[in-house]
T-cell receptor, first 112, second 112 residues
Framework: DGGITQSPKYLFRKEGQNVTLSCEQNLNHDAMYWYRQDPGQGLRLIYYSQIVNDFQKGDIAEGYSVSREKKESFPLTVTSAQKNPTAFYLC???????????FGSGTRLTVV | GQNIDQPTEMTATEGAIVQINCTYQTSGFNGLFWYQQHAGEAPTFLSYNVLDGLEEKGRFSSFLSRSKGYSYLLLKELQMKDSASYLCAVGTIYNQGGKLIFGQGTELSVKP
């Protein structure tokens, strides 16, 4: 079955460390997105990519980086420059804007 | 700018009907989506409206008025499992990245 997979489900990071969150899809979707969700807040866009080897900053890109070397994969790196990285991170993909998103199951990142 | 507003929380009784409103201001409007998100899980697609009017899907219906920048999600015959956050999201035209802009979500509590 096609879908979008995020790993790991839970991730703990020490202050000053970079960590990479994985997102893989086998839906043949062109566009992929990373969102951050904090308690009581909506989804905030970090980065998005419409095609391979191209990506755009979202509303809160500072302290994050991405790559899109393959259509199926869109990993997110949370760098030490991100001041408050503890959050729930959601990856999504879409075939076309009229079909909305398919979401991964999320990664909960905690800084210890 | 782009802005989406929905109530922060609502409470309703099992078996009743509840209406969750969403107002939006955005350029390049290309459809409105409703998602359901249970705590700690990924959002799941509920409905999509691009033309004015009511879309019905089982116990859930969604309405759109583009001239008023207004939508609502109607949930009938409420069940305890309907307790969740409901996210309103607006689609933008493709050349702006095809990304969705999310409201902060409405936390619905269904009481016995």
């Amino acid at each position: 079955d096609g879908g979008i997979t995020q790993s790991p489900k839970y991730l703990f990071r020490k202050e000053g460390q970079n960590v990479t969150l994985s997102c893989e899809q086998n839906l043949n979707h062109d566009a992929m997105y990373w969102y951050r969700q904090d308690p009581g807040q909506g989804l905030r866009l970090i980065y998005y990519s419409q095609i391979v080897n191209d990506f755009q900053k979202g509303d809160i890109a500072e302290g994050y980086s991405v790559s899109r070397e393959k259509k199926e994969s869109f990993p997110l790196t949370v760098t030490s420059a991100q001041k408050n990285p503890t959050a729930f991170y959601l990856c999504a993909s879409s075939f076309d804007n009229n079909y909305g998103y398919t979401f991964g199951s999320g990664t909960r990142l905690t800084v210890v | 700018g782009q802005n989406i507003d929905q109530p922060t929380e609502m409470t309703a009784t099992e078996g009743a009907i509840v209406q969750i409103n969403c107002t939006y201001q955005t350029s390049g409007f290309n459809g409105l989506f409703w998602y359901q998100q249970h705590a700690g899980e990924a959002p799941t697609f509920l409905s999509y409206n691009v033309l004015d009017g009511l879309e019905e899907k089982g116990r859930f219906s969604s309405f759109l008025s583009r001239s008023k920048g207004y939508s609502y999600l109607l949930l009938k015959e409420l069940q305890m499992k309907d307790s969740a956050s409901y996210l309103c999201a607006v689609g933008t035209i493709y050349n702006q990245g095809g990304k969705l802009i999310f409201g902060q979500g409405t936390e619905l509590s269904v009481k016995p």
